[in-house]
């Protein structure tokens, strides 16, 4: 620990190397924003196979929703209200389901692929749906690369700013796609234009919506604007705190250690290429709060040992402070990961990514308390000395480590 102080600038090569790479990024390939900053339509499609088609012709109504791979048909006709389920633990194969459904009064069904499993059904965007007249069709996922990522960009490609990614195993068929929106296009037009640009690679039946999200320019540019200054609000109101409960020196030693903490966040995320959205906003919020607590464990217990330490020795003090605040630090930051680290292998989506930000996070923001902070704050204090406090009587029954002899 002792060697913190001689070799204090070694500490901030790493953080220097990864900053400069995530600057280079920025200005090479730049964010990789999500569809709240960017503005745009954000779909996720699934090229999958009809299994088979139903229809309802009576009076009443019929509803078919499916959850879990259970397939629930609702009917209410005539006053009542029959559901029936096809479970594919007892209906495995969608012959098996056609021909319980097909035995129901006023139900159609029309068997495209009989071979296909039950429970490869996908629920997309067009579940639940009222049946009518006009045959639905249910789709099945298969383990079939027909149609690659290469040939989805190559149908999408006249139009603007495409980014395909592949969803999930690439047998799936599953694509997040994003494109970007002009002024003066609508959601309809776009999603109009992209089904039928695809519908040289599949039929209108097969391609499936799993989700659709669609951001104007106009709100995507609010959005934007007021994440900047959240950050900017909190770092402020942060140094203004400090600056009151420490002196100048704790403050602005603080604030560059957060701004560290945010730029190290930001390099990770350039370099990784990680979709940035409101979501990383909030992630790194949290990473600012996390790591400002661990700050001010440690400064505070180095304003307490200014007085005690033998020979109001700052480098001392600073190093018997993070001695005796290490423990607790590497206990909070391991029970933090343990919590977060599973949602960022076993979770998707925002959650995914913003545990991931947060894994990161936490490691930053232990380094920084730890490696960073200090050493900024034996920089200034040359300017605003830390061990200029009033004379008190020292406290026989008060040991600090090995310091106070």
Same mark, same amino acid.
């Given at each position: 620990m002792n060697k913190l102080i001689k070799y204090r600038y070694l500490f901030m090569l790493p953080s220097a190397l990864i900053i400069i790479a995530g600057l280079v990024v920025l200005f090479t390939l730049g964010f990789n924003t999500g569809i709240d900053f960017s503005s745009g339509l954000f779909e996720?499609?699934?090229?999958?196979?009809?299994?088979?088609?139903?229809?309802?012709?009576?009076?009443?109504?019929?509803?078919?929703?499916?959850?879990?791979?259970?397939?629930?048909?609702?009917?209410?006709?005539?006053?009542?209200?029959?559901?029936?389920?096809?479970?594919?633990?007892?209906?495995?194969?969608?012959?098996?389901?056609?021909?319980?459904?097909?035995?129901?009064?006023?139900?159609? /069904?029309?068997?495209?692929? @009989?071979? *296909?499993? =039950?429970?490869?059904?996908?629920?997309?965007?067009?579940?639940?749906?009222?049946l009518s007249s006009a045959p639905f069709h249910v789709n099945f996922a298969t383990n079939s690369d027909d149609v690659s990522i290469s040939d989805i960009r190559s149908a999408l490609s006249p139009m603007n700013g495409l980014n395909v990614q592949v969803a999930g195993n690439k047998s799936d068929g599953i694509f997040s796609i994003k494109v970007k929106v002009d002024e003066g296009e609508t959601q309809r037009e776009l999603e109009s234009q992209m089904k039928s640009l695809l519908l040289?690679?599949?039929?209108?039946?097969?391609?499936?919506?799993?989700?659709?999200?669609?951001?104007?320019?106009k709100f995507s540019s609010t959005l934007f604007t007021s994440s900047i200054k959240a950050v900017v609000i909190a770092v402020a109101l942060i140094l203004v705190y400090?600056?009151?409960?420490?002196?100048?020196?704790?403050?602005?030693?603080?604030? /560059?250690?957060?701004?560290? @903490?945010? *730029?190290? =966040?930001?390099?990770?995320?350039?370099i990784f290429r990680l979709e940035v959205s409101s979501t990383t906003i909030?992630?790194?919020?949290?990473?600012?709060?996390?790591?400002?607590?661990?700050?001010?464990?440690?400064?505070?217990?180095?304003?307490?040992?200014?007085?005690?330490?033998k020979g109001n020795d700052v480098d001392r003090t600073i190093i018997v402070s993070i001695k005796e605040s290490l423990s607790r630090t590497i206990i909070t930051s391991l029970t933090t990961l343990f919590a977060v680290i599973p949602l960022a292998i076993f979770t998707t989506g925002a959650i995914k990514g913003f545990a991931i930000n947060l894994v990161w996070g936490v490691l930053v923001g232990t380094y920084s308390s730890n490696f960073i902070a200090p050493v900024l704050l034996r920089l200034f204090h040359k300017i605003d000395p830390i061990n200029k406090v009033k004379e008190k009587k020292k406290d026989e029954s008060y040991h600090i480590g090995d310091a106070y002899v």
């Open positions: 996720q499609i699934q090229i999958a196979p009809v299994g088979f088609d139903i229809s309802y012709s009576g009076d009443g109504s019929a509803n078919l929703s499916a959850q879990q791979g259970v397939l629930k048909l609702t009917i209410k006709e005539s006053g009542n209200t029959t559901i029936y389920e096809v479970d594919p633990n007892s209906y495995k194969t969608v012959n098996d389901a056609a021909c319980y459904l097909g035995e129901i009064n006023n139900i159609t /069904i029309n068997i495209k692929n @009989d071979s *296909l499993d =039950m429970e490869d059904i996908v629920v997309g965007a067009n579940f639940p749906v009222t040289e690679l599949a039929s209108p039946e097969e391609i499936v919506t799993l989700q659709s999200d669609f951001v104007g320019p400090i600056w009151v409960r420490f002196r100048f020196s704790y403050a602005i030693s603080s604030i /560059i250690a957060l701004l560290h @903490d945010v *730029l190290m =966040m930001f390099a990770f995320i350039l909030a992630a790194v919020l949290t990473i600012i709060g996390y790591s400002l607590n661990n700050t001010i464990v440690i400064f505070d217990r180095i304003r307490e040992n200014v007085i005690y330490v």
